[in-house]
Antibody, heavy 120, light 111 residues
Framework: QLQLQESGPGLVRPSETLSLSCSVSGISISTSPFYWAWIRQSPGKGLQWLGT???????LYNPTLKSRLTMSRDTSKNQFSLNLTSVTAADTAVYFC????????????WGQGALVTVSS | NFLLTQPHSVSGSPGKTVTISCTRSSGNIANNFVQWYQQRPDSAPTTVIYEDDQRPSGVPDRFSGSIDSSSNSASLTISGLRTDDEADYYCQSYDSSTHVVFGGGTKLTVL
């Protein structure tokens, strides 16, 4: 059974870096042709794609966040991660990790989501 | 890049049919697959339609998707409305660089 689980601090100070990890069980994140994504949802708002990292480790970022965003992976832990720098209150959101079966298909598996609040 | 525009809300009565539109601002809607997600409160989204008109296993055939090039839009149609269809629905596609784009979401109310 494929499962994704987000983890990380629930509170981040303004101007600091938001770091989250997604632990994947049931499949190796290096398995072709799967892609692994971060998607967030601000309170009461819609979904925003942040970025995707491929089975080979190549990242693709939302152009509006590219200057602040880094995605990486640790294949030994079967995890992929998100670092978002210089956060503001606008980055307060539920952060989901998700899987896509190829780059152009739907996100078929999602984590439960992790609420991150940016506040001093 | 482009935008996907959805109505903020739609409503319908149990047993009736509703359609949610998703209009692409630029570029041909038919060039890139459209997906539809259902999101209930405090839950992650789940796919109800992928690749324009395909249903994942377990999604009832009351859910259908289509593309209309003349209006450059995609549509999600839900027939035989049930109270548990009440949720937010999001369309999603991607651009030529495979950047993912979500619509703003539509709140479906079953009256």
């Amino acid at each position: 059974q494929l499962q994704l689980q987000e983890s990380g601090p629930g509170l981040v100070r303004p101007s600091e870096t938001l770091s989250l990890s997604c632990s994947v069980s049931g499949i190796s994140i290096s398995t072709s042709p799967f892609y692994w994504a971060w998607i967030r949802q601000s309170p009461g708002k819609g979904l925003q794609w942040l970025g995707t990292i491929s089975y080979s480790g190549s990242p693709l970022y939302n152009p509006t966040l590219k200057s602040r965003l880094t995605m990486s992976r640790d294949t030994s832990k079967n995890q992929f991660s998100l670092n978002l720098t210089s956060v503001t209150a606008a980055d307060t959101a539920v952060y989901f990790c998700a899987r896509a079966d190829t780059m152009i298909k739907d996100f078929d598996y999602w984590g439960q989501g992790a609420l991150v609040t940016v506040s001093s | 890049n482009f935008l996907l525009t959805q109505p903020h809300s739609v409503s319908g009565s149990p047993g009736k049919t509703v359609t949610i539109s998703c209009t692409r601002s630029s570029g041909n809607i038919a060039n890139n697959f459209v997906q539809w997600y259902q999101q209930r409160p405090d839950s992650a989204p789940t796919t109800v339609i992928y690749e324009d008109d395909q249903r994942p296993s377990g999604v009832p055939d009351r859910f259908s998707g289509s593309i209309d090039s003349s209006s450059n839009s995609a549509s999600l149609t839900i027939s035989g409305l049930r109270t548990d269809d009440e949720a937010d629905y999001y369309c999603q596609s991607y651009d030529s660089s495979t950047h993912v784009v979500f619509g703003g979401g539509t709140k479906l109310t079953v009256l």
